[in-house]
């Protein structure tokens, strides 16, 4: 974030915050919080003090999805709690040429004495930080441990030093606004849809590796039987020497570890030299043959089927691993997701589960402008529609703090769907939900790839990065496909 955008930001949270109190306090991250103001509109302020990305706006979140987010607080959230709780905030003020903000709060502690306190956020690169100041401006406690003069905990607070002080000429331009009803929203787009390119591009390197890994596996144990198979010998072979010594047991001639035979069963009669340990009597020999030539045939039986089964596995590991190329070049995280989630299966193939056609769980409806709208029957059922039917791009909506039914709009070509499409799958929400006798409806959506799944949570229960609302009546103005 650049000066110019830091001042939009700054007036943005001075508009929504200034005079509201000092709520709860999320850590959703070593270095990430979101503070809660008791603001209208579930406003909440965040702030990422990521070294990368450091970066400080109001974001629109449900109180419940955060608290599920939430991390153990650190030392520094327990202090700010302690210090801070109902403290009202007064200003928010930038400093001179920097990309540093100060929230200045007041509040009263126990003895019902006044007191000041100051949150110090640095948007200043790698030497981003958040410090909680007291009245004379020492710092109390921070985020991350920095040194410098004015950094460290016990001192007075100074910007720190400035590495490149040509800095500010590239900072011209405010972040672009796009469209979003104002920039704290355009700003949490865009860093929503980077981490999601980040998780994209990890979840592929994750896929890569499993894939290149059981390839990898499969060769090695495929060259090892091969090898195995060549060390038993030509099962044929040991059979033929132990015919032979044992049709010469009276005309053999032994010199040492060897033993001279006439082939009878080569029309030329030739004289061989087969190799026996001195110390085995000729019949002893031929039975060694006789039981090599035994363990090297059942050895080429069972090897050359598991060698079979290796080269069908490698061959579908191939086939999937071209699926994922084609995948990830495409963007296409719904295949990706298959590659991902698959545990303990041998080969990366599509699953045999329910699919979009044959899935039961779900009522079909089709919209007023051809969208197929699809709504949950319970809470496991739509846990499959959203996680496992769903593709990311579709429209995802629900009851506001009702429970009810997921429903999901189809967008195979990947389009904007259309207002009325819209309202027609909200006012579905909100007529399967507890909420159907209320007159109107608040109904949240946003694209499935904002929806999470929290870890360790009951069938149903999902939390949104990022969503909208609309207004409507529970009713249902579309047929239902039988």
Do not use: C
Not at 109 to 125: A, C, K, M, P, R
Not at 163 to 169: I, L, M, P, T
């Amino acid at each position: 974030m650049n000066e110019l955008t830091l001042e939009k930001i700054r007036a943005e949270i001075e508009n929504e915050l200034v005079g509201k109190k000092f709520g709860k306090i999320f850590p959703l991250s070593r270095l990430q919080l979101a503070i809660d103001f008791r603001a209208p509109n579930a406003k909440f302020l965040f702030i990422s003090l990521e070294p990368s990305a450091p970066r400080v706006y109001l974001i629109n979140r449900r109180l419940r999805d955060l608290e599920k987010l939430s991390l153990n607080p650190s030392a520094l959230v327990m202090i700010l709690r302690k210090r801070l709780s109902n403290a009202v905030l007064q200003a928010v003020e930038k400093f001179a040429d920097e990309r540093i903000l100060r929230f200045s709060f007041i509040n009263q502690n126990d003895l019902g004495e006044t007191e000041h306190y100051s949150i110090i956020v640095q948007i200043t690169g790698r030497s981003a930080n958040l410090f909680l100041l007291d009245n004379k401006d020492f710092v109390i406690d921070a985020i991350r441990e920095t040194n410098g003069n004015g950094q460290e905990i016990g001192t007075k607070y100074a910007p720190p030093v400035r590495e490149n002080e040509s800095r500010k000429a590239v900072e011209e331009r405010i972040f672009p606004q796009d469209g979003f009803q104002n920039l704290s929203e355009a700003l949490d787009h865009f860093y929503l849809e980077k981490e999601a390119e980040r998780d994209f591009l990890q979840k592929t390197k994750s896929a890569q590796s499993k894939l290149k890994q059981e390839i990898s596996k499969r060769e090695k144990l495929a060259k090892k039987l091969e090898n195995d198979l060549q060390n038993h010998g030509e099962a044929e072979k040991w059979k033929r020497f132990g015919d032979l010594i044992l049709a010469n047991l009276a005309d053999a001639i032994r010199e040492e570890n060897k033993v001279l035979v006439i082939d009878y069963f080569d029309e030329n009669v030739p004289t061989l030299e087969i190799e026996v340990d001195e110390n085995d009597s000729l019949t002893e020999a031929a039975e060694k043959f006789f039981k090599r030539y035994t363990k090297a045939r059942n050895a080429k039986e069972e090897i050359t089927k598991r060698l079979g089964i290796l080269q069908s596995e490698l061959a579908e590991l191939k086939v999937g691993s071209e699926r994922l190329n084609r995948a990830i070049e495409a963007k296409d995280e719904d295949i990706l997701a298959e590659f991902v989630e698959t545990k303990n299966e041998k080969t990366p193939t599509r699953s045999k589960e329910k699919t979009a056609d044959n899935f039961k769980g779900a009522r079909r409806f089709i919209s007023s402008e051809g969208y197929e709208i699809l709504v949950g029957k319970g809470a496991k059922d739509n846990d499959f529609l959203t996680f496992r039917i769903a593709k990311s791009l579709d429209t995802w909506l629900h009851a506001a703090d009702y429970p009810g039914s997921h429903v999901v709009v189809r967008n195979p070509n990947r389009q904007e769907i259309p207002q009325k499409t819209l309202l027609e799958a909200a006012q579905l929400a909100a007529f399967y939900s507890h909420a159907r006798q209320q007159p109107k409806v608040a109904v949240h959506y946003t694209q499935k790839k904002f929806v999470n799944k929290p870890k360790g949570s009951n069938l149903g229960l999902v939390s949104l990065s990022s969503f909208k609302t609309i207004l409507v009546e529970p009713k249902i103005e579309i047929e239902m496909e039988t």
